[in-house]
């Protein structure tokens, strides 16, 4: 989108036209209206892609005549995880330093009295002063410019929060390293937690965990958030007089559109695993949530299960009452894998078709499909693994319902 046709998306006429061909396919739209002059035919084409894709992320708010840029769109947080990671911060006066579309700062309007929105992009602040107006947000402040000149700005203790969402695609590549997005935060760190005593940065959910206490040295927590079982991000909280030597705390929070079945667990890494060398009757894996933070050993521990193995984040035991925070299977058979063993194995089972998993396992789902001729299955699932004993071994599952039936 250019800075002249959101003057012409703007106008009444042309959000009806929006309105009232959303659920038409962009260019089938574009194709048919070629020609046109009296609306911006390929604007309202891209507002129809985004809209279809924001009824997805944001499922609420897209019910609204909100306006959107592609790339904006794509950054922006998920509705259900801004609500989540709003709901953690509270107090006076706040700053969004990467405004891209005001989702995040919309959310944040609702925790603070002042919402300071920070963008460098001019065409996103217009944006967010539409999405503001339309959102009814009067406590948020649009200012157009740079990150860290707006925060030197504002004089120390006004700010109570300061939350960040370093730009990971500058020039078009995508990054995951602190350093590596905009603005810095690594080399900025001082400067946050000098401006406020709380700081929240979101970072990609691809981050690497460990190590970041020598990079943000007043990190004080780090909360992995998952929506409907996809890890979305990773909430880094710094806090004003943390102790350098004292490791963050860890949180896994698993998010569900439905506001159901929500579950939290938090703890700090190095807690024993119990492993078994007898598997029990079904087969757990936990949301990437857990997994990415390092929490697994946990819900082992809150649920009454036990390890495969050493290295792999696969649980066993017996069925729970209580919903399992990730996938629950019945483990049916297991074996040694050995292509000639594993061949009888799926003649034995009349496997013909399976969802295929893996953690360390030499084969990729795509070779293992190939040389055993397995179509792809809802039902039945066989993870390629190890065993206790550290040998290659696969699990035959059948998934269950939430209450713990078998699928058909």
């Known amino acids: 989108m250019r800075e002249d046709e959101l003057e012409l998306l703007l106008r009444p006429e042309v959000m009806e036209e929006i309105g009232r061909n959303a659920d038409e396919d962009p260019a089938a739209y574009a194709m048919r209206n070629a020609g046109r002059t009296d609306i911006p035919v390929r604007a309202i084409a891209e507002q129809i892609a985004c809209r279809k894709k924001a009824a997805k992320k944001l499922p609420r708010l897209s019910t609204r005549p909100l306006l959107y840029t592609s790339r904006a769109l794509e950054q922006a947080s998920a ?26 700062s919309s959310f944040l ?10 963008e460098r992009d001019p065409l996103l602040c217009r944006l967010a002063s539409h999405t503001m107006q339309v959102l009814e947000r009067k406590n948020v402040a649009i200012q157009c410019g740079d990150a860290f000149a707006v925060l030197d700005s504002i004089p120390s ?3 109570d929060w300061i939350f960040v969402d370093p730009d990971r695609r500058e020039s078009g590549r995508r990054r995951v390293g602190l350093s590596e997005s905009s603005p810095d935060v690594v080399s900025g760190h001082n400067e946050l937690i000098h401006k406020a005593p709380g700081v929240c940065i979101k970072a990609s959910p691809a981050l690497e965990l460990s190590g970041l ?8 927590s780090i909360i992995v958030v998952s929506l409907d079982r996809q890890c979305r991000e990773s909430m880094l909280i710094l806090l004003k007089g943390t102790a350098q030597e004292k490791e963050p705390e860890r949180k896994a929070v698993c998010l569900h559109s439905s506001g159901i079945g929500e579950y939290e667990v938090s703890g700090r890494e190095g807690v024993e695993r119990r492993v078994t060398a007898e598997p029990g009757p ?3 894996e936990p949301d990437p949530a857990i997994i990415k933070a390092g ?3 946990e819900v082992a521990e809150e649920f009454g299960l036990e390890f495969l193995n050493h290295s792999v984040d696969y649980l066993t035991g017996g069925p729970s009452e209580a919903v399992f925070p990730g996938r629950a299977f019945r483990l049916v058979a297991l074996t040694p894998y050995k292509p000639k063993l594993f061949r009888r194995f799926l003649k034995e089972h009349q496997i013909f078709g399976a969802s295929i998993q893996r953690r360390d396992f030499p084969l990729s789902p795509e070779e293992l ?9 809802s039902s039945r699932f066989l993870f390629f693994s190890r065993n206790a004993a550290g040998e290659a071994t696969v699990y035959f599952c059948l998934s269950l319902r939430p209450e713990g039936e078998e699928a058909p």
Do not use: H, N, T, W
């Open 79 to 104: 509705e259900r995880v801004a609500a989540y990671r709003a709901s953690q911060m509270s107090g006076q006066r706040a700053i969004d330093l990467s405004g891209g579309l005001g989702i995040d």
């Open 157 to 159: 203790g006004i700010l």
């Open 282 to 284: 079904c087969f757990f």
């Open 109 to 118: 309007a609702g925790a603070f009295i002042r919402i300071d929105f920070v």
């Open 369 to 377: 499909r190939r040389l055993y001729r397995l179509k792809e299955s």
């Open 295 to 297: 929490l697994s050993a």
């Open 213 to 220: 206490k020598r990079e943000l040295p007043s990190l004080s």
